[in-house]
């Protein structure tokens, strides 16, 4: 089914020749039982408005494990989210939904355990819109938003191609990205489950890179490990940091292990080469020479089965350099040595 599969192959704000993103913003939530109106760590969140102090981001908790991140002066329709668990034991976290409300951005995050019940998490949490051409000559950089039959409802694409969706068995579709990145692996993916009813993670399962663009098969579970139909997020990046810029910001980079480290799926703006160490739970991705405030991460599990990927401790910063510590879970919650998707990025 896989190789079957992989064998076949809106509007938003801003003018028709509008920079990548039009809006966007991120935060982390560095606290998983936030007060009300919690402004989380300022170092860590910043966007594409009058960026805090002046405007910061803002946290409700709606209830256990559910959570709205209020993005001030963003608003508008269309984009993508990402969310990634941040804890040193067994959670994933996703996105419920994401609206404009006045001139914000609402995006709501839940949080799980393994077991499929709600519960309170640390996170980091990314929204991004993009459209028209992209200003920026370096790299290539695209988004879709899929329902769980495989219609695409936002989509963005810097080279102006339409991203498209085919839906596979339960819990499997495949991606179709024109135009972007090379025929051989390099570039960065994040893909996030989104349900505002239960438990779900969503994974890369396969990536055909080729000279017309990237086919990515996406696969999506439930609490059981079993494949699941939800609507899902993903974003690629080819020498842009997530959210879709690069220079600025200048201080941007991914990694991705699969065994070992594709050459041009290990990006540092700054030049320098990203390292891969740890035991594989965690493992830590050192990015030398960028680490700049404010800044966040987010990882993705790449591969076949159920596992998943996060973020088992907030991310350092140590003489220049960024540590992300990423660890992942298999069945019950087990941690385990898997491939995965790292990205990071600063605000500048």
Known sequence: MLAALLAAALPTAGSAQAAVPDRWGFAYLDNATPPPGYVPDPTRQWGSWASPPANPVKVDQLGLGSYVVHFPLIGGPGGIAHATAVTATARWCQIADWKAVGSGEDVFVTCYLP????????????????????????????????????????????????NSVSKGSTGIWKAWLPGLGLSGYAGDLQVTAVDPKQGAHCKVADWAPGSTGQTVLVNCYDASDALYDTKWTLSYSYLRAVHGPAFPPRSFGYLWYNGSVP??????????????????????????????????????????????????????????????????????????????????????
């Open 115 to 162: 077991s499929g019940a709600p519960a309170n998490s640390t996170f980091t949490v990314l929204y991004t819109t993009s459209s028209g051409a992209s200003a920026v000559p370096t790299g290539s950089y695209g988004y879709l938003y899929s329902d769980s039959g495989g219609t695409v409802l936002t989509q963005y694409n810097s080279t102006g191609a339409t």
């Open 263 to 348: 050459p041009l799926t290990n990006y540092n703006s700054s030049g320098a080469t990203n390292t891969l160490g740890g035991s594989g739970a965690p493992f830590v991705v050192t990015l030398p020479s960028v680490a700049v405030p404010s800044d966040t991460a987010q990882a993705t599990a790449y591969g076949s089965g159920p596992a998943y990927c996060g973020l088992y401790a907030p991310w350092a910063r140590s003489s220049g350099a960024v540590q992300l510590p990423v660890k992942c879970y298999g069945p019950g919650g087990a941690p385990v040595k898997v491939p995965f998707f790292a990205a990071y990025t600063s605000a500048i």
